[in-house]
């Protein structure tokens, strides 16, 4: 029986790291490596994706927040700091519902608070009938150029190349149909929690519009935009992504 993968590096106050749609822990390694320096970083690869491919797959966004805070306590933390992006993003929210006054610090990054978004590249449905109908390999190689800017020349594009090699297309269609099912805008008003918004200008997953709605319903918020980045603005600038996160969580 294959196991979840968690990675857990670094020591002190923690920093979980819940990564989106068709991703894996190995995507956050340019996070992993900078913030392991001064905090303790546990970021998992949820069912079905990544490291944890082996494992069965999750069909919606409340039970894929209920999986990560059940591994938080087994690992005995209590309070924690909590980045998720895209579908991570989503993920993050529901674990601040069920667990508020667990999370110090939170990060929305490249998300928002409904799962099918008004002007996102192609609604979700469209989504899944080209997943099932060109499978998996068609279609991971298509999604994932459209979170850089370079596209496949990004020279960290190579992640989400790894990312995908064995997820399946149940794993990928239950993440659509998480997605789809899923609005937390009714709760964004009782987040009370000091939260930072990331995205990318460049980004066609998740519109203007996304972000903006998370900012003026989070009462303790503030959004950060990258310029000429896309969906995956921790890849395209890790530098300058991993230094705004640093100065946010440790003020």
């Known amino acids: 029986m294959s196991k979840i993968y968690i990675d857990d590096t670094g020591e002190g106050y923690p920093l979980v790291l819940v990564h989106g749609y068709l991703g894996s822990s190995e995507m956050w390694c340019n996070q992993r490596n900078f913030f392991s320096n001064f905090c303790r970083v546990i970021s998992p690869a949820l069912p079905g994706f990544g490291e944890s491919s082996g494992v069965q797959s999750l069909d919606s966004i409340n039970k894929m927040a209920k999986f990560v805070i059940d591994l938080i306590d087994e690992k005995k933390i209590d309070k924690f700091n909590l980045l998720g992006h895209s579908m991570g993003g989503m993920i993050v929210q529901e674990i601040t519902k069920i667990a508020s006054n667990r999370v110090n610090k939170l990060i929305c990054f490249a998300t928002g608070s409904i799962g099918e978004i008004p002007g996102r590249f192609e609604p979700i449905d469209v989504t899944r009938k080209k997943l099932k109908e060109d499978g998996v390999e068609i279609s991971f190689s298509r999604a994932p150029q459209k979170w850089f800017v370079k596209g496949d020349q990004d020279k960290n594009y190579y992640l989400c190349a790894n990312a995908v090699k064995n997820v399946s297309l149940e794993t990928a269609d239950n993440a659509l149909k998480a997605m789809q099912n899923w609005s937390g805008i009714d709760e964004l008003e009782n987040i009370k929690n000091q939260t930072l918004i990331v995205w990318g200008d460049k980004d066609t997953s998740y519109n203007f519009d996304q972000v903006d709605t998370l900012n003026k319903k989070i009462k303790n918020s503030r959004l950060e935009i990258f310029k000429d980045c896309s969906h995956?603005?921790?890849?395209?600038?890790?530098?300058?992504?991993?230094?705004?996160?640093?100065?946010?969580?440790?003020?």
């Not at 995956?232 to 003020?251: C, G, R, Y």
């Open 232 to 251: 995956n603005a921790h890849l395209e600038e890790p530098n300058k992504f991993n230094n705004l996160i640093k100065d946010f969580i440790i003020q």
